[in-house]
Every structure is written in C-alpha cells, then in structure tokens.
C-alpha cells in the first residue's frame, strides 16, 4: 500500500468513527413514569426541534411508577437509561439515595424554586401537581382544611385514596414530617373512625364524588380539574391557605439524569428541554393541568398558579425517607 493510499484510508476510518460516534450521541435513551398520553408528545418534539432521537420506555398503569424505578435501580452497575422523568420527587430521592443519579444543573432550572430542586443537583423539579380537594355541588359545607376528614360534620362523607401507594401515600408521608408520628396517627385513627371510605385512586376518589357518591376527596389537582373540564358538578378548593395553616402540598415532576449514561450530552439537552417554560406552558394546557414552577408561563384559568398558593413546607429528600419508614405502619393501618 502507498503512502498515499495509507493516509486517505486513515482519512475515511477517521469520519466512520466521527459518524459513529455522532450517530450514537444523536440518540437519548429515556425512561417515564409520567402518564405515557402526557409525556410521549413532549418527547416527540423534542426529537423534532434537535434532531436527537428519542428511545423511551413508558411505565405502565400497572407498575404505576415503581417498574421503570426498579428497572434503574436493577441496572445501576450497568446504565442503559440517559434520564428519568419521574412523575414525583420522591422517586428521585431514592435514586439519589441508591447512587442511580447523576449531579447536574441545567441552566433552564435557573428560574425554579429551590424547595423544588435538589440542593447538589441529583434532580429538578418541574411542571407540578398540587394536592387539593375535589368538592360536589350539592355539599352544603364547603371544606377547607384537611381537618374536615375527622370533623364529625362531615362523617362519612368524604373518601380518600389508599395511604399505601401513590401520591396519597407521599401526602401521609410529608404530613409526619410536618406534625410528627403522634399527631399524624392520630389524624389517620380519627380519618377512619369519622367513615371515610379508601378507594383504589385518586381517580376512583375523583369519579365517586363527580357522581355524587361523596362530598369530597383529597387528590390531585389534575384528577379535579379533569372533572371540572367534562362538565361535572364538581369544585376545586386549595387546603389549608388560612394564616398558621400548613398548606397544600406541591408535587412537581422530576428530572433526573442517569450516572454512567450512555449518552451524557444528549441527556443534558433533554434535561434542559424539559425544564424550559415552552414545556411547562404545554403541561400546562393539556389534560394533565400541571402547574409550571417558572414565573410568567402562561396557563388557561382552571390551573391553580403557584404564587397564589400557600404551599406546604416540605423537605422532599426528609420526605423520601419517611415514607419509607412508615410502610409497616401504614400496611397494619
């Protein structure tokens, strides 16, 4: 082989290796535990506005958020995941606690509430929910407080999702942070002695009220104003927004990038994607109904805006633990 010929070889195996190299970084692998029907159009443009092909792997109803988690944690010694769009911050401080995450911090994040981003960068919070009650038309009482629960005014007229899973469970969970075990058992005994009937979901609680089954339920804000959009004779009040009250509690989304990722620059353009206020705007006008955490996203008015809530004081990684802790409590419960 001649000189020549040995440098123009070298030449083409160099700009395989460049194509191959730019071909595998132009591909971001994503796992999602937000609602498939709600994420999947997010993603698909942002595969049109950077040209990185998107590789996503949905949580189904089922798993309900814990098997793309375990999936992770499965492989934490051998990553096959980029990111993670975690439909709660709970989830991501147990990656965090596992050594699943990685730290980063997207400029985009630079607009968001500290309390809803972690302090070394593991995970950002974005495009919340809030808990809030959903209340039928024909209840005389309106109520404000989570305290209605136990009150005997409302004896048997309220239902809630079972404590053990979902975003209920978190709820419990952050109300022991913020009263401790006693007062928290407490409420919990006297939630059941004043008749509250568990349902399954958060959307079994919303459809029991809707059809006047029950005065009122605790759930997700998006689980309301979804009623509330199909014409059922149905309210959203925020909790506890009276002064030394707690507040409602705020569950954002959550961004996580993956330690080990396979595609580490694509992850972080996906990470700063999705912390952007154009894709807060867009959670915010589809059925989800979520509530941006960036200042000035427009929103349509049955979204509830952040600056005009008192919110609960939570500590999410404090939060993580307990709910953890409280399992065996919650399962004899």
């Keep these: 082989m001649t000189m020549q010929s040995y440098r123009w070889l070298s030449l ?17 692998v994503v796992y999602a535990s937000e609602d498939q029907v709600f994420s999947e159009p997010i993603l698909r443009d942002f595969e049109r506005d950077t040209g990185i ?43 965090k606690q596992r050594g699943v995450s990685a730290p980063y911090r997207s400029p985009n994040g630079e607009g968001i509430p500290k309390v809803f981003k972690d302090p070394e960068g593991y995970w950002t919070g974005f495009s919340a929910r809030a808990r809030v009650f959903i209340v039928h038309h024909k209840a005389r009482l309106k109520p404000q407080s989570l305290a209605a629960y136990t009150d005997p005014k409302w004896a048997g007229k309220g239902v809630i999702a079972n404590p053990l899973f979902g ?25 059941k002695r004043n008749g509250t009937k568990i349902s399954t979901s958060n959307g079994e609680s919303a459809d029991l009220v809707a059809a006047g089954e029950f005065e009122f339920s605790l759930v997700d804000s998006d689980d309301a104003v979804n009623r509330m959009r199909q014409g059922k004779p149905v309210e959203m009040i925020c909790p506890d927004q009276g002064e030394g009250e707690p507040g409602c509690l705020i569950l954002p ?24 206020p154009d894709t807060e705007r867009k959670l915010a006008f589809a059925d989800c109904a979520q509530i941006p955490l960036h200042p000035g996203v427009e929103t349509p008015p049955d979204v509830p805006k952040l600056d005009q809530l008192r919110t609960m004081p939570v500590d999410y990684g404090v939060v993580a633990r307990k709910l953890q802790a409280i399992q065996p409590w919650l399962k004899r419960w």
């Design 253 to 276: 989304n959550a961004v996580v990038p993956i330690r080990g990722a396979p595609h580490p620059e694509a992850a972080r353009k996906l990470v700063d994607y999705l912390l952007s």
């Design 53 to 95: 092909r998107v590789k996503a792997v949905y949580d189904t109803e089922e798993t309900k958020g814990t098997g793309v988690m375990n999936r992770l944690l499965a492989e934490k010694n051998n990553p096959q995941a980029d990111v993670y769009w975690a439909n709660e911050p709970i989830r991501a401080e147990v990656l």
């Design 167 to 191: 975003t209920t469970a978190t709820h419990v969970a952050a109300l022991f942070t913020l009263w401790g075990d006693e007062r928290t058992k407490g409420f919990m005994d006297a939630l």
């Design 12 to 28: 083409l195996l160099s700009l395989a290796l460049v194509r191959t190299a730019v071909g595998a970084e132009a591909t971001v």
